[in-house]
């Protein structure tokens, strides 16, 4: 694969991924069964101040940006972008979906958003254009502490799940199924939307992160 060939999947990818991700939460959101952990802290502060979720997400996604500067995080196109693209795409989905009630449809959806969530995190990540907002914060922290990222992402994420949950978020068996089922979804879909290597002798230097620490945007 030529070195332009390369850039334009990896950009193609980037933006898929992003959007994907926005449209999985919002299905997650519409199911009704419990969200993934930044979902419920995003719903929770959408409930106190009237704003959708998504933009929401964007606020929320900028003061992260803004906590990378005293840990010396530096953003790439794909953090910039995962603070808009997401929180549009949720969004544009949540309006365009139907409200639903029936169990039998929610459940289908909760899976639906799982497995999609999943996709999107696989096509994202492989991309390589560096982490997203809340996943900077999280390998800033490990940084700066020498903490493990396991501590740090369960740290961050559990103080998250709380405050949002104080605040109205959703938390229910879909949140359980998610912490349980993403990581290994998104090693599966790694590999898939794996990008193959320049052929044309070119070095081409990736902006990612480390393909070990499953992390979300």
């Known amino acids: 694969m030529s070195t332009q060939s390369r850039l334009a999947r990896r950009l193609i990818q980037l933006y898929v991924g992003l959007a994907l991700y926005g449209t999985s939460s919002a299905l997650l959101v519409e199911a009704g069964l419990g969200l993934e952990p930044w979902g419920v802290l995003h719903q929770g502060l959408a409930e106190l101040t009237g704003l959708s979720i998504g933009v929401v997400s964007i606020i929320v996604g900028a003061v992260v940006l803004l906590l990378w500067i005293p ?12 603070v808009f693209v997401v929180g549009v795409a949720m969004d544009a989905t949540l309006a365009a979906v ?73 938390i229910g068996a879909g949140t359980v199924l998610y912490a349980v089922s993403i990581g290994p979804l998104a090693q599966v879909f790694l590999r898939v939307f794996a990008v193959p290597p320049a052929s044309d002798g070119s070095t081409v230097v990736a902006g990612g992160q480390p393909r070990g620490a499953i992390l979300r945007p």
């Open 71 to 82: 840990l010396r995080q530096r953003p790439g196109l794909g953090t910039v972008s995962n």
């Open 98 to 170: 139907p409200d639903v009630d029936a169990l039998a449809v929610r459940i289908p959806l909760l899976l639906a958003g799982i497995v999609l969530n999943g996709v999107a995190t696989g096509l994202y990540i492989a991309a390589s254009f560096g982490p997203g907002p809340r996943d900077g914060l999280m390998t800033g922290l490990h940084r700066r502490t020498g903490r493990s990222i396991r501590l740090m992402r369960t740290a961050v994420e559990v103080a998250v799940v709380v405050t949002g949950f104080l605040l109205g978020g959703t």
